[in-house]
C-alpha cells in the first residue's frame, strides 16, 4: 500500500479513546496516523502499511507490547518504536530499551515529547 509522503505512524494501544486522541492529533499535526488495539493487529497492517513508527502500549491483550516489539525488530527495515505504559519503573523502562525500543514514554502521553522523539529520528518528515 503506497502511501503519501507524510511520516506514517502507527499507533497500538488497547484503550480506544487513546488510539482516537493520538490519531485525531498527529493527523492534525501533519501524519498519517493508523490505530489499532492489538499487537497481533499491529503486525499485520506492518505489512501493508509500512510505518516509520510505531507508538507501542507495553500492556495489552493477546500480545503484550514486548512481545509485538521483538517481532517488529525483526522486519526490514524495523520501524522506530516508542513505548508508552504508565510503568514508571527503572526495570521495565531499561528492559524495553535493551529489547530494542528506541524510546519509552510515560502516559499520560505527552503528544509534543513523542513529536519530538520522532522528528529526532526522522527530521525531514
Same mark, same amino acid.
Given at each position: 500500500?503506497?502511501? &503519501?509522503?507524510? @511520516?506514517?505512524?502507527?499507533?497500538?494501544?488497547?484503550?480506544?479513546?487513546?488510539?482516537?486522541m493520538l490519531?485525531?492529533?498527529?493527523?492534525?499535526?501533519?501524519?498519517?496516523?493508523?490505530?489499532?488495539?492489538?499487537?497481533?493487529?499491529?503486525?499485520?497492517?506492518?505489512?501493508?502499511? @509500512?510505518?516509520?513508527?510505531?507508538?507501542?502500549?507495553l500492556l495489552?491483550?493477546?500480545?503484550?507490547?514486548?512481545?509485538?516489539?521483538?517481532?517488529?525488530?525483526?522486519?526490514?527495515?524495523?520501524?522506530?518504536?516508542?513505548?508508552? &505504559?504508565?510503568?514508571?519503573?527503572?526495570?521495565?523502562?531499561?528492559?524495553?530499551?535493551?529489547?530494542?525500543?528506541?524510546?519509552?514514554?510515560?502516559?499520560?502521553?505527552?503528544?509534543?515529547?513523542?513529536? @519530538?522523539?520522532?522528528?529526532?529520528?526522522?527530521? &525531514?518528515?
Amino acid at each position: 500500500m503506497e502511501r &503519501s509522503g507524510r @511520516h506514517r505512524l502507527l499507533i497500538v494501544d488497547d484503550e480506544p479513546k487513546v488510539c482516537d486522541m493520538l490519531v485525531q492529533l498527529f493527523t492534525a499535526k501533519g501524519y498519517d496516523a493508523l490505530a489499532v488495539g492489538r499487537g497481533e493487529d499491529a503486525l499485520a497492517l506492518t505489512e501493508a502499511f @509500512h510505518p516509520q513508527t510505531v507508538l507501542l502500549d507495553l500492556l495489552m491483550p493477546g500480545m503484550s507490547g514486548i512481545d509485538t516489539l521483538r517481532q517488529l525488530k525483526q522486519l526490514v527495515p524495523p520501524p522506530r518504536v516508542i513505548m508508552l &505504559s504508565g510503568a514508571d519503573l527503572d526495570e521495565v523502562v531499561q528492559g524495553a530499551l535493551q529489547l530494542g525500543a528506541d524510546a519509552y514514554v510515560v502516559k499520560p502521553v505527552d503528544v509534543a515529547k513523542v513529536e @519530538h522523539l520522532i522528528t529526532g529520528f526522522w527530521p &525531514s518528515r
